[in-house]
């Protein structure tokens, strides 16, 4: 994955923008293959390429190309993970405050202190969305 990619992906934090960054790279592949097709309909009297440097260019797009396909399987599950805690979220907001509250305790008191923080940060990332 290139660095632009991870830092696109990085500051995606809601379903707008994961669903966005899929379609950039749905518009990137769309015009790679489009141009792909018009080197395989072109040849040397219509000013295309060939040899070596139609087999070049054709490759480094292949290539490209799966690259995207790798980074748009990133987006989505990171967007099947947003969707995923969501749901939790909704399911727990169902639930009655009391045993929120009783749930919360119990964590605390038999959790070890790392694992209880590392669920909490987990909580406030959640509520974020």
Do not use: P, W, Y
């Not at 994955?1 to 990085?10: V, Y």
């Not at 799966?66 to 749901?87: A, M, V």
């Not at 509250?101 to 909580?123: G, I, Y």
């Amino acid at each position: 994955m290139n660095q632009n990619f991870t830092e696109k992906l990085a500051s995606a934090r809601d379903k707008e923008s994961l669903i966005q960054l899929m379609n950039e790279l749905d518009e990137e592949k769309r015009r790679i293959k489009t141009v792909m097709a018009k080197f395989s309909n072109e040849d040397a009297e219509n000013g295309g390429l060939t040899g070596k440097e139609r087999q070049t260019k054709l490759r480094r797009m292949k290539t490209r190309l799966s690259f995207l396909i790798e980074e748009r399987e990133f987006t989505r599950q990171k967007l099947g993970k947003l969707n995923s805690d969501k749901k939790a979220l909704n399911k727990a907001t169902n639930r009655k405050l009391e045993f929120c509250h009783a749930f919360l305790a119990v964590a605390e008191r038999e959790m070890a202190e790392e694992d209880f923080l590392n669920l909490e940060m987990k909580a406030m990332e959640m509520l974020a969305l």
